[in-house]
């Protein structure tokens, strides 16, 4: 399969439907895509500002303070000890990553990708484009001889699943039997909302708890979109078997997969404050706790979404019928279709709205019920 086979990007489907939602009086509340609404904060952007005199090449490795600042990032918020500058590498994003892996690690025909039952498209893409076999399955005993790279999400999207430490020791061990590389695609771990994640730290699959401190066969992967409003910034990093890294960049040094100089700078600026995460935690929390109710009040049970940034929601229809609904009340949604064949009476509402449109959605949707 080359990339001209490739299937029609999904969410051109969505257009009739966000037509739809525009005409309403009030205008649309566009709760379809997860693409940050607020301002990327002012210590990030005056980073990148500061770093615009880059007219050298910049290295594929990442700067030093780069490297050392997503190390320590690692220690401090996730737990995870024992990495070195060795151990990491920065992306173009998080999405080039997880398109291109299967590529990078040399996987191709015969080769098993296994990835979440409900999961964005890019993971079967990526395993597609090498004519490798992409499965569907979330449990590690599932896992087909064959495999040879597996994708956790966690937490997850659309669904917002969280894998605990013994969820996530299992699915190691059962990669170490299939001799399979084990991923955590971990991009919303700032993001809990329900207990126990609502006090403490998701783990990573790079956790000590789970690698027993040996990182051999696994990898983290991290965006600061979400964390930090840097979607436009496209900054991403990677950690984990120093061995699998070094593959990765000898690769990306090849195809020229290189990090802007100054958006190396503003992430290195990200990764060593705390306060602009907690601070747009609160604003999600915030829009969580009006979206979820007036949701539920319309008929529509939530499941999962304990963490993320998502609600994962049902009336038990098909959910082209509840995108539709929701149209008609100037709300735009995405249907669960869009994440595999087996959730397609969900649909997934994003908290990424501003605050005003969050409360005009309640609102529509309180008087509807």
């Not at 005409?23 to 649309?28: E, V």
């Not at 995870?80 to 060795?86: C, E, N, R, S, Y």
């Not at 539920?296 to 998502?310: Q, T, V, W």
């Not at 019928?321 to 008609?328: G, I």
């Amino acid at each position: 399969m080359g990339v001209a086979d490739l299937a029609e990007y999904p969410w051109d489907a969505v257009a009739p439907y966000a037509e739809t939602a525009r005409s309403h009086p009030d205008g649309i509340v566009d709760l379809s895509i997860g693409s940050p609404v607020d301002p990327t904060p002012p210590l990030i952007a005056a980073a990148l500002a500061a770093a615009t005199d880059a007219h050298a090449y910049p290295a594929t490795l990442g700067t030093p303070p780069l490297r050392e600042a997503i190390v320590d990032w690692f220690s401090r918020r996730r737990g995870v000890t024992g990495l070195t500058p060795a151990h990491v590498l920065p992306t173009i994003g998080s999405k080039e990553l997880v398109a291109l892996l299967p590529l990078l690690l040399g996987l191709g025909p015969g080769d098993v990708v296994v990835h979440p039952r409900a999961a964005y498209p890019t993971y079967e893409v990526g395993a597609r484009l090498v004519d490798a076999t992409p499965v569907a399955a979330d449990d590690p005993e599932d896992w087909p001889e064959g495999t040879r790279l597996v994708w956790i999400n966690s937490p997850g999207n659309p669904d917002g699943r969280v894998w605990d430490v013994p969820d996530l020791r299992r699915a190691r061990e059962r990669a170490r039997q299939l001799g399979a590389v084990l991923v955590g695609d971990e991009c919303y771990a700032e993001l809990g909302w329900e207990a126990p994640w609502d006090a403490r730290p998701i783990p990573s699959v790079l956790d000590p708890a789970v690698t027993g401190g040996d990182p051999a066969g696994v990898l983290s992967v991290y965006s600061l979109s979400k964390q930090s409003n840097l979607a436009g910034y496209r900054a991403a990093f990677l950690a984990g078997d120093r061995d699998i890294v070094a593959r990765l960049l000898t690769a990306r040094k090849h195809l020229g997969l290189m990090l802007p100089a100054p958006v190396q700078a503003a992430m290195t600026a990200a990764l060593g404050d705390d306060r602009h995460v907690q601070e747009q935690k609160e604003r999600y929390a915030r829009r969580r706790a009006v979206l979820r109710p007036a949701v539920e009040a319309y008929g529509f049970r939530i499941d999962r979404s304990e963490a993320g940034l998502y609600l994962w929601a049902t009336r038990d229809e098909d959910a082209w019928t509840s995108v539709a609904r929701l149209a008609e009340l100037g709300i735009l949604s995405g249907p669960g279709h869009f994440y595999g064949p087996f959730h397609t009476r969900h649909i997934r509402l994003s908290l990424t709205a501003s605050d005003e449109r969050i409360a005009a959605a309640a609102a529509r949707l309180r008087a509807a019920s």
